[in-house]
């Protein structure tokens, strides 16, 4: 076995290791929760719902440059709710632009419109927040799929629930695995796939807003397929582990999300790695 192929396993056994230790919260009895809580972390558990739409767009062809915007609605329940559809929870906009001149490599400058709702029972006030963001995917191919590691560095900008400015850097670092699927003879779906990735955010804020750099930890599965040449869907369920800025309590999402891309130029196969399943 060459070393390409076993640094992939490794980092496919990685990948699995912190799936699973996102999973088994889903488990956890009651009496676990009850000593989280004791050594002075509460778990809350919410459900949500994700549903975007993306369109790509090619700009300028001949230096390797092309756009794409991105809608998203986000919902959620909250602690005593099990509807992931229950509030909306946010409303994004997000356009990017996007150099493609590398062959295993592509760049990205994104911006970002946030706009979140007050959701009284999870204790969500509502604010306006506007981000920045600078992002780079590497892709290394298989015989039948694909490995691709993100480095996403984004600075949000919002006024919180006191109305203080803030302005704070974040970090995320996704690792993600494409499996593509045997095609059968006329099929419904083309170029269809089972992907799943994990993704690890660090936040830098001052100490009056967040004691703790560790954010979010999440983990998402999903199906995509060609509809037709132009047309892709996503279908899956996403999890993830958020640390509150108080410092003191962990949220647990988890629920649906389905994503549609529709790319200007004909495309034989979409991953959506750079899928941004945002539910902070």
């Known amino acids: 076995m060459d070393r390409i192929g076993l640094n992939s396993k490794k980092a496919i056994v ?51 440059i092309s756009g794409q915007v991105d809608v998203q609605l986000v919902t959620q329940g909250a602690y005593t709710n099990s509807n992931p559809y229950a509030y909306v929870q946010r409303f994004v906009v997000r356009p990017w632009l ?3 001149g590398f062959k295993h490599m592509k760049f ?3 911006y970002a419109r946030n706009k979140k709702y007050e959701v009284v029972e999870a204790g969500n006030p509502e604010i306006l927040e506007r981000r920045l963001i600078l992002m780079g995917t590497y892709m290394q191919k298989m015989q039948k799929g694909s490995l691709f590691e993100q480095v996403r560095f984004e600075t949000k900008f919002f006024d919180d629930k006191n109305g203080i400015k803030r302005t704070i850097p974040r970090l995320r670092a996704r ?14 779906f ?18 009056d807003y967040a004691k703790d750099h560790f954010d979010i930890l999440r983990q998402s599965v999903y199906y995509s397929a060609g509809l037709t040449k132009n047309l892709t869907v996503l279908t899956g369920i996403i999890a993830q582990m958020q640390l509150r800025s108080s410092g003191t309590q962990f949220d647990v999402y988890y629920g649906p999300t389905v994503a ?11 991953t959506f790695d750079m899928v941004s399943n945002d539910v902070d």
């Open 98 to 100: 996007i150099y493609s």
């Open 190 to 207: 083309k170029s269809h796939n089972i992907s799943y990735y994990t993704e690890i955010m660090f936040k830098f804020a001052p100490k």
């Open 14 to 64: 990685r990948s699995g290791i912190l799936g699973c230790l996102v999973i088994v919260l889903f488990f956890l009895p009651t009496d676990s929760l009850k000593a989280q809580s004791d050594s002075g972390y509460d778990i809350g558990f919410i459900p949500a719902s994700i549903s975007e739409i993306d369109v790509a767009f090619p700009l300028m062809e001949k230096w390797k």
């Open 108 to 110: 990205y400058v994104g």
């Open 175 to 188: 690792f993600g695995v494409n499996h593509y699927l045997n095609q059968r003879d006329n099929p419904i």
């Open 260 to 270: 549609l891309k529709w790319n200007f130029q004909p495309k034989v196969r979409e």
